[in-house]
C-alpha cells in the first residue's frame, strides 16, 4: 500500500525567502506525483505534475523535483509572497489510476 | 467556466438521514472521482468511474452509492448518515490514458455535517 509523507507539517517564512517542501513515497512504481495547492475552505488546484520518466517541472516561481528510485519529491518556491500562503499538497498516481495524497505541509508567508 | 461543480455547497443533516452530492464538469474528461478528506486533512479515494464504469471502489460502507447518468456527472447518495461521516468531500475528473498520467481538476468540495 502506497504511503505519503510530506516534511513539515507547517512552515512559516518571512515574505522574500525560498520554500522548500518534502514528499516521500513508499513505493516507487508510480506513473506520475502531483502536487496541488489548497486554499482554506476550497478545493484543490493542480500545480505541477511530474511523469515517473522525468526529474523536474518548472512553472514561474515553482520547481518541483522528482526521485523516483529514492522515492522523494521536493517542490521549491523561489520569493515567497504572503499570496503563497496555503497548505500544499503531494500526490503519487499508481498504475490504478489511484491518487494517494500526503497530509500537506501548511506554508505561512509573514509580510 | 466552472471546469468541476458539486452541489451543494454546504450540507447540514441529522443521523439516519439520506442525502446526495451531485458533480458535474465540463471538460470533456473521461474519469470522475469522489474523495473524502477527514477532520485531519487527509484525502482519501473513494470511487472512480471511468466512461460510466465503475473502475475503483476503495473499502467504504455500502451506504455510500455513487451514480454516473453520463460521463460529465457522477453523483455520491448517503444512505443513513452516520456522525463519522462529516468531512469534505471532493469531486475531481480527468483523462485517463489507461497509465494515469492525467493531471487531476477538483472540484470545490462539499462540506457535509451530521447532527
Known amino acids: 500500500k502506497q504511503e505519503v509523507t510530506q516534511i513539515p507539517a507547517a512552515l512559516s517564512v518571512p515574505e522574500g525567502e525560498n520554500l522548500v517542501l518534502n514528499c516521500s513515497f513508499t513505493d516507487s512504481a508510480i506513473y506520475n506525483l502531483q502536487w496541488f495547492r489548497q486554499d482554506p475552505g476550497k478545493g484543490l488546484t493542480s500545480l505541477l505534475l511530474?511523469?515517473?520518466?522525468?526529474r523536474e517541472q518548472t512553472s514561474g516561481r515553482l520547481n518541483a523535483s522528482l526521485d523516483k528510485s529514492s522515492g522523494r519529491s521536493t517542490l521549491y518556491i523561489a520569493a515567497s509572497q504572503p499570496g503563497d500562503s496555503a497548505t500544499y499538497l503531494c500526490?503519487?498516481?499508481?498504475?490504478?489510476?489511484?491518487?494517494?495524497f500526503g497530509a500537506g505541509t501548511t506554508v505561512t508567508v509573514r509580510a | 467556466d466552472t471546469a468541476v461543480s458539486q452541489t451543494p455547497k454546504y450540507l447540514v443533516t441529522q443521523m439516519g438521514n439520506d442525502k446526495s452530492i451531485k458533480c458535474e464538469q465540463n471538460l470533456g474528461h473521461d474519469t470522475m472521482y469522489w474523495y473524502k478528506q477527514d477532520s485531519k486533512k487527509f484525502l482519501k479515494i473513494m470511487f472512480s468511474y471511468n466512461n460510466k464504469e465503475l473502475i475503483i471502489n476503495e473499502t467504504v460502507p455500502n451506504r455510500f452509492s455513487p451514480k454516473s447518468p453520463d460521463k460529465a456527472h457522477l453523483n455520491l447518495h448517503i444512505n443513513s448518515l452516520e456522525l463519522g461521516d462529516s468531512a469534505v468531500y471532493f469531486c475531481?475528473?480527468?483523462?485517463?490514458?489507461?497509465?494515469?498520467?492525467?493531471?487531476?481538476?477538483f472540484g470545490p468540495g462539499t462540506r457535509l455535517l451530521v447532527l
Open positions: 475531481a475528473s480527468s483523462h485517463a490514458t489507461g497509465k494515469g498520467q492525467e493531471t487531476q481538476y
Open positions: 511530474i511523469q515517473s520518466s522525468q
Open positions: 500526490a503519487v498516481s499508481g498504475p490504478d489510476y489511484k491518487l494517494s
